[in-house]
């Protein structure tokens, strides 16, 4: 036989996120670069809230949070989790490849894509039952790039054996026909985030039924979970979905 490689000659991987360095970048799995990345991102707290990840004082302390206030048939999802907090070095990347801050950025989305994977494998019993997953679209022309639609591209290639119901990006479920107000920024009052929440469903268009599943809805961060309310109504009441549940990249700390 050919000659025998082994574990300790294989390069090391060099951490998130220096991941445009690392020599995985082309080849390396969800697993590894999951676990490569968990040295570095900071996980939600130790104590925080079921619905929407937030930070708690205590195990019983109310979220601040107006949806996790509301019942689940009212806010029209039952949780959303996190592969990790919004804060550096996590925060910087995510808005590098969103915005194109950075030449190359694109290339974030292979490695989010593996880390969304990375999060499903490692979950694997609480999204059993998930019956279809794919992530809350942008719009056509986005500049610099359809990063939701990017990203959900990398974890249905890099999801290779085929585990996950993740939706063929060349046969989405879920579009965005046209674009809408931005709700980003942390400045952005409530109300201002509900209405910008709500022309985005506005925008949306099913390509797929969704009729009587639950669906796993992916986006990249999640501050007030605004646009899960509002896009999961649409999918719950307009598609007939069973049940909505969400998982982002990351967590706005509170």
């Not at 996120?17 to 697993?31: D, E, V």
């Not at 591209?153 to 965005?176: C, N, T």
């Not at 509002?230 to 969400?246: C, I, N, P, S, Y």
Request: hydrophobic share 40%; glycine share 10%; aromatic share 8%.
């Amino acid at each position: 036989g050919g000659p025998v490689t082994n574990a300790a000659d294989l390069p090391r991987p060099l951490g998130f996120p220096n991941c445009r360095l690392c020599a995985y970048k082309g080849n390396g799995t969800p697993a590894l670069c999951a676990k490569c990345a968990a040295r570095t991102l900071r996980p939600l707290a130790e104590h925080h809230c079921a619905v929407c990840g937030q930070n708690l004082v205590t195990p019983t302390s109310n979220c601040w949070n107006i949806i996790c206030g509301w019942e689940p048939r009212v806010r029209h999802f039952t949780r959303v989790d996190a592969v990790a907090l919004y804060v550096t070095p996590l925060e910087q990347t995510i808005k590098e490849y969103k915005y194109g801050q950075k030449p190359g950025s694109i290339g974030w989305g292979t490695i989010f894509g593996r880390l969304i994977v990375g999060w499903l494998n490692a979950h694997a019993a609480e999204v059993a039952d998930i019956d279809l997953i794919f992530g809350n679209p942008t719009a056509p022309g986005r500049a610099p790039l359809q990063h939701i639609e990017a990203m959900m591209k990398a974890a249905h290639a890099e999801d290779s054996l085929g585990r996950w119901p993740i939706a063929d990006p060349e046969s989405p479920v879920l579009i965005k026909q046209y674009e809408t107000k931005k709700s980003a920024g942390g400045g952005v009052r409530w109300g201002e985030k509900i209405e910008a929440a709500r022309e985005h469903a506005a925008a949306l268009k099913l390509r797929q039924s969704v009729e009587s599943k639950r669906v796993l809805l992916v986006d990249d961060v999640f501050t007030t979970g605004s646009q899960f309310y509002t896009v999961g109504k649409f999918l719950m009441e307009t598609g007939k979905a069973k049940e909505v549940r969400g998982l982002v990249l990351a967590r706005v700390p509170g």
